[in-house]
């Protein structure tokens, strides 16, 4: 009987022993475990790429460029009988977002709106035949300069030689699209004049049919386009501004900071320049809105 009782006593002591070290063994294994698994995750976090750091390097990572344009301003920006967007501005886009190698995505905007939203992010870039002034520069980057371009008063037909100089237009109105470089135009040029201002050029075009005002201050390829589809109805002003009035030039619109996107656009604009694409472009934009009646 005593043996049996130590016998009894040493298999408990022999099953809690075992008890013991299996309760060990299993909360060294789950720790063992436990290891790998945060190493794991460690190396997981270091090898995931960092988040695109400049605006060029976001429109490649996204593999799009967003342009923000107004699509009323033939040659530069228009739509053709497809709805697509043409101009010898949507065929700057297109080069420039080959050149960084992605696609091209444009917005149609108010003129006004194009700005903001080049500093809010909505797009990456403005491209709207753009005025280069020390007053937008002090908001916005600009790109180098890709076109320059005269200034024309569009009169109504008949009305070339009454309206051709400044104290011809003292106390009548005279008009601009809303936000443009031709409004600031009109106010310093001709201050004695009162400044007319619509969203739209054609709506403006109208207003001289009309006789409602003297006259509109637009870019020459604009006016000449206006011109050759009013049906007769309007004519070029014998006026001119002077080279220190109007010495405009037009740039692409960049948001403040981002110098390596600057230097990308300017790359492309200095060769499509060089190499006369540009003003082939722009010639063909003119035949194109033209046999639109644009």
């Known amino acids: 009987m005593k043996n049996f009782n130590m016998m009894k006593k040493l298999l408990a002591l022999t099953l809690g022993a075992a008890m013991l070290l299996a ?19 460690q190396q997981q976090e270091e090898q ?10 976001q429109i490649k990572a996204k593999g799009k460029v967003v342009v923000g344009t107004e699509a009323q301003y033939a040659p530069y920006e228009f739509k053709d009988l497809d709805a697509n967007f043409a101009g010898c501005d949507m065929w700057l886009a297109q080069q420039i977002a080959d050149s960084l190698g992605v696609e091209l995505e444009v917005v149609d905007m108010a003129f006004g709106g194009i700005i903001p939203a080049v500093q809010s992010g909505q797009v990456d870039l403005g491209i709207a035949a753009f005025t280069n002034t020390p007053e937008r520069a002090e908001e916005i980057d600009f790109s180098d300069l890709y076109e320059t371009s005269a200034q024309l008063l569009i009169v109504k037909a ?44 054609p709506a403006l075009a109208l207003e001289v049919q009309n006789g409602n005002i003297a006259g509109l201050v637009v870019d020459q390829a604009v006016g000449e386009a206006l011109v050759a589809t009013s049906n007769g109805a309007l004519e070029v002003s014998n006026f001119t501004f002077t080279a220190e009035e109007a010495s405009f030039g037009k740039s692409v ?42």
Request: with cysteine; hydrophobic share 35%; proline share 3%.
């Open 158 to 201: 008949g009305n070339a030689d009454t309206y051709s100089t400044k104290e011809s237009l003292v106390g009548l109105k005279v008009g601009a699209q809303k936000g443009t470089i031709q409004s600031q135009l009109i106010q310093s040029a001709l201050p004695e004049s009162e400044l007319f201002e619509l969203e739209k050029y």
């Open 253 to 294: 619109v960049i948001a403040k900071g981002n110098e390596d996107l600057v230097e990308a656009v300017n790359e492309v604009i200095n060769k499509v320049t060089a190499d006369g694409s540009y003003q082939k472009a722009y010639d063909e934009a003119v035949e194109l809105a033209a046999s639109l009646g644009l």
């Open 23 to 41: 309760v060990i063994t299993g909360c060294g294994k789950k720790d063992t475990a436990q290891e790998p698994a945060d190493d794991q995750q």
């Open 48 to 57: 995931q790429p960092a988040e695109p750091a400049t605006l060029l390097e």
